[in-house]
């Protein structure tokens, strides 16, 4: 238990990042066991089908692959389990997007197996945290499960993440975005960050450097990952979307975007849109109830803008936002503690007052880049 005078961090035990390197997978992690489950993506397993091979072709160690069902929910959780136990697994990995690894990092913390990560995209936090977002069968959520350690390994591919649509990358980049200044606010204020302790000159640190790396390598990064090729922009700002900010946003804590990107996440219009992307426009919002800098708010819009993340409402298919969907999204977003991190006073009016705003700097800046021809 830790007292108000406590700083923690905690991250992953080991991170990995190169090119080809899934099919090395079992020579990182032979000392943590001789028998692999891979709970592999269903849309990702053909184009990994190679490099699955040669993993369950190695007669040094033993390999399961399974296809994950699509969703995180406690049935596949205990389906996956099962199989575990059935076949005395050692070591379960996700290789896929956040919703197969929050359920393989669940299976690890229910079964007490080690944990690897093999994120295909670099689009959220998931691969290095914690926690396992959990869902109904309907999609709904289920809870936030607080898991007993970060991952044992987390290996990136990068030609895997190259080859990958651009898009995600873009939501990566606007999910990475809000852990510097979410981070900023929480140190601002001394608030305790998600492990329950004040935050490390470490995390603080992490955090700036994420932010750095992505505004000054995002776009071109964006350009090589549209062209599926690796650059070292492009090799760093993945480095940035993974590690950075999943070690940044968990030992350097949560402020205002994320519980507006909760809000904003009830509108049914906007369930098709990426984390990331719901993410970006709500970083505007904390701008607006942070009194951001024009310059810094300014330097960001361009980059959202540039990598086609969505800066307006409408962005996010919200056309003409009804009151009681500005009041839905007040209510969530100010009844999380973690919007009260902000140094300055925050109310329901002044949310909605801020997602208004940020709307309409949205839109004014898209129509100067449209007048410029930018």
């Known amino acids: 238990m830790s007292n108000e005078q406590t700083k923690i961090f905690r991250s992953p035990s080991k991170y990995i990042q190169g090119t080809d390197i899934l099919k090395d997978l079992p020579d990182y992690i032979s000392d943590l066991g001789k028998k692999l489950l891979l709970l592999v993506d269903p849309g990702i397993a053909d184009i990994l089908s190679p490099q699955l091979d040669a993993l369950k072709a190695r007669e040094d160690y033993s390999t399961e692959v399974v296809i994950f069902s699509g969703e995180c929910t406690m049935p596949e959780i205990d389906r996956v389990g099962a199989v575990c136990k059935e076949k005395g697994i050692d070591v379960i990995a996700g290789v896929g997007g956040g919703k ?9 913390h229910f079964n007490d197996l080690a944990i690897i990560t093999v ?40 030609q895997v993440v190259a080859n990958a649509p651009a898009r995600f990358l873009a939501a990566g980049i606007g999910d990475a975005m809000a852990t510097y200044f979410e981070m900023k606010e929480c140190y601002a204020k001394d608030a305790d960050n998600f492990t329950g302790g004040r935050i490390t000159l470490a995390a603080k640190a992490i955090a700036e450097q994420c932010y750095k790396t992505i505004i000054e390598k995002g776009y071109n990064a964006y350009l090589a990952n549209k062209n599926h090729v690796i650059t070292r922009d492009f090799e760093d700002v993945v480095e940035a979307n993974i590690i950075l900010s999943g070690i940044g946003f968990e030992s350097g804590g949560i402020c205002a975007a994320h519980p507006i990107n909760n809000g904003v996440n009830e509108l049914p219009q906007t369930h098709k849109h990426m984390h990331g992307e719901k993410v970006a426009f709500s970083l505007i919002g904390q701008f607006v109830l942070a009194q951001e800098p024009k310059e810094t708010v300014d330097a960001v819009l361009e980059l959202f803008y540039k990598v086609g993340l969505p800066i307006t409402l409408e962005d996010l298919d919200i056309v003409d936002i009804k009151k009681e969907e500005l009041d839905l999204i007040a209510t969530i977003a100010n009844g999380d503690p973690c919007t009260h991190n902000l140094p300055l006073r925050v109310d329901e009016g002044r949310i909605i007052g801020a997602v208004i705003t940020a709307d ?7 129509e100067k880049m449209s007048k410029c021809n930018c």
């Not at 869902?135 to 499960?145: N, V």
Request: contains cysteine.
């Open 100 to 108: 197969v690894i929050d359920t393989a990092k669940a299976v690890s």
């Open 360 to 366: 309409a700097m949205g839109r004014e800046f898209k």
């Open 119 to 158: 994120p295909t995209i670099a689009a959220s936090d998931a691969p290095c945290s914690a926690l396992s977002i959990i869902y109904h069968d309907d999609g709904s959520l289920d809870q936030l499960l607080w898991l007993k350690a970060n991952p044992d390994l987390v290996l990136v591919d990068l």
